[in-house]
């Protein structure tokens, strides 16, 4: 891990403060469990850091969703981050959209980023390929607003995986570019380079796991019998042996990655195991495997759902906490800038 950066803190026994959120866009599928949510709750637990995760609704607005859908995904969202492992003792659990905050610094910081810098993102190019003049504004001021999350508690560290990593540069470089104008305030954050397995589609295993396609995608809370359902229909090739070779043989590929992933096994030590079977012995297995991984948060998430005050009141004192914090800081920003 790199070394702690130069920071404002209130007392020098404080921890450095670690921040990240995910969409509120529907399930979450194992790859995005394990590309962020089994982090997330890794970094909580290591006693490193001041945690604070977040529910990114604003965010999810891009994504033009049906209200109904919207609240939905918001509640289903806070019991996936405690039935996997989040606890509001340990961090500060809370919905974005709560903390007005998070716009008026998104704001702020659009006045001092430039449309170049917005149109290079390489998120940008990918959701609006065939229709840059049409997209929503959204998509192209989405790491803005990125920036804003992290800049207003004063974030030393973004656990990200390398996809991101572009994002948390403009964030730096838009820290840089108000401490120079306007005096320092803000902390520019470093990365927490997260080792994530690229988890690809069941269906097509050239293209990643996607919600968008659902009978390619292993959501988290799936039934053990979709979960074997979906793996025995998972494409493979047309050979035979169960080797790991993600150019000839992506299928298998795909699948001994999977169970590398929920098992903690290296993939050269699941070869080993099934030299000689065929792929549907590997499929039986790797459903077990998956079922079995994810029996405890299934259950805890049922049980989390069946009581969606409970939810809504651990959002709603987080975002307290947040606000506390974020209100601070969006105080000083309004000082330096001449709007207070």
């Known amino acids: 891990m790199k070394k702690t950066p130069r920071t404002i803190r209130t007392s020098n026994t404080e921890l450095p403060i670690l921040v990240s959120g995910i969409q509120s866009t529907g399930r979450l599928h194992i790859g995005n469990y394990l590309g962020a949510l089994k982090n997330f709750v890794e970094l909580q637990n290591s006693g490193k850091y001041q945690c604070y995760f977040f529910i990114a609704d604003l965010h999810a607005l891009t994504e033009n969703p049906n209200p109904k859908d919207l609240r939905k995904n918001i ?42 810098e917005l149109r290079r993102m390489t998120q940008f190019k990918a959701k609006s390929e ?58 520019e954050p470093k990365s927490i380079l997260t080792l994530t397995p690229r988890v690809m589609s069941l269906a097509n295993p050239e293209k990643k796991m996607s919600k968008s396609q659902p009978d390619g995608c292993l959501f988290m809370d799936d039934e053990p019998e979709e979960i074997k359902r979906k793996i025995s229909r998972a494409t493979t090739d047309s050979g035979s042996e169960i080797k790991h070779d993600r150019k000839n043989k992506p299928g298998i590929a795909n699948l001994l990655e999977i169970y590398s992933s929920v098992s903690d096994e290296p993939v050269v030590k699941i070869e080993k195991r099934f030299s000689g079977k065929n792929y549907s012995e590997l499929k039986k297995s790797l459903a077990e495997e998956i079922s079995n991984y994810f029996a405890d948060f299934r259950k805890k998430k049922k049980s989390l759902l069946a009581k969606p005050y409970t939810l809504k009141t651990i959002l709603s004192a987080g975002s307290k906490k947040a606000s506390a914090k974020a209100s601070a800081k969006i105080s000083e920003v309004k000082k330096k800038v001449g709007l207070v």
């Not at 989405?142 to 994002?167: C, K, M, N, R, T």
Request: proline share 3%.
């Open 130 to 187: 065939g229709e840059k003049e049409s997209a929503n504004v959204g998509l192209l001021t989405y790491p803005v607003l990125q920036s804003a999350d992290i800049l207003l508690y004063d974030a030393e560290f973004v656990p990200v995986g390398e996809d991101q990593l572009q994002h948390l540069e403009l964030t730096r470089t838009l820290a840089r570019k108000f401490n120079k104008k306007f005096g320092r305030i803000f902390v």
């Open 75 to 116: 509640v289903n969202l806070a019991a996936d981050f405690l039935a996997a492992g989040l606890d509001p003792k340990k961090s500060v659990i809370f919905q974005q959209s709560q903390i007005s905050a998070h716009s008026e610094l998104n704001w702020i910081l659009e006045s001092i980023s430039s449309i170049g």
